[in-house]
């Protein structure tokens, strides 16, 4: 945690019938400097209150006549059923602190409090929740590296590969069309050449947001390396519906940039493949918009051709 000043302002849930112990615990929390401490005396609310709140810290009596606590241990773990359930449990049975530790609470108070001993397994539990919280964020975050181009935050074959099956078993299932575009920038070396590589990069990101600023929100642009993309068009409603979005894409990629000063003008060469007329997996369909690709090249770039039947 590169903050422990964060500590502080972790969200605290008091669960307690006893107003008494619930003002003691807030007075004890508040006078340490935590500033999001909230409470219920019913016990019946604390599961909605961490489903609309998600606490860090839940403080959790285990005597309460109405619901006793393992009843909303049991209610939380439905909550996180693979997550960090942030329970601090209140009791003065010694009993009851091993059975709540089987139940998923991950540390207990004994009662009566004493000062020290609250505030030290407050603050450690945090300290463990807040870095739980972090390493989840971290994990998302190279779960999305993992699936997306670096330069351009555009999906990567991995990812496009996945979202193919996805369109190509959409249009098995309802008979339907669908297709995909290759697509490769007419003459981006000699960018790189005669501005420099980031200025190649700048013009790449740009190239990526005309791109997906031309589809639908539903299909996929895909950034395959080097100045390569594929479009994944989900759905087509006839044979000659790849025409329009080709078009519509190298329309908007052919309009000029200005990057570091400089009017750069650029085009781009694309080759189509339609399910199932051209193939009925993906590696099919993408080789068979490769070649048309490398036909729509031969013809003087700047243009697309559809694949051979």
Known sequence: MKDPANILHGKILIVDELEANVDLLDQILRGAGYDAVSSTTN?????????????????????????????????????????????LVITA???YKLRALKAGAKDFISKPFEL???????????????????????NKVLASLALHDA?????????????????????????GLMAV???DLDGFKQVNDTLGHDAGDALLKMVAERMSASVRQEDTVARMGGDEFVILLWELSHAEG???????????VSQPYDIQGHSVNITISAGIGIYPTHGKEAKSLLKCADLALHEAKRKGKNGYCIADA
């Open 181 to 183: 575009i290759y697509l």
């Open 242 to 252: 790849a025409d329009k979005p080709a078009s519509k894409v190298m329309h908007a």
């Open 43 to 87: 016990p019946a609310e604390a599961c909605e209150l961490h489903r609309t709140h998600r606490y860090d810290l839940i403080l959790l009596s285990l005597h309460m006549p109405d619901m006793d606590g393992f009843q909303v241990l049991e209610g939380l773990q439905k909550i996180e059923p693979h997550g960090y359930l942030p329970v």
């Open 116 to 138: 020290a001993d609250v505030l030290a397994r407050v603050h450690n539990m945090l300290e463990v929740r807040l870095l739980y919280s972090e390493l989840v964020e971290a």
């Open 151 to 175: 330069l351009t935050g555009l999906p990567n074959r991995r990812l496009l590969m996945d979202r193919f099956s996805s369109a190509i078993a959409h249009a098995h299932r309802s008979r």
């Open 93 to 95: 049975e010694q009993d």
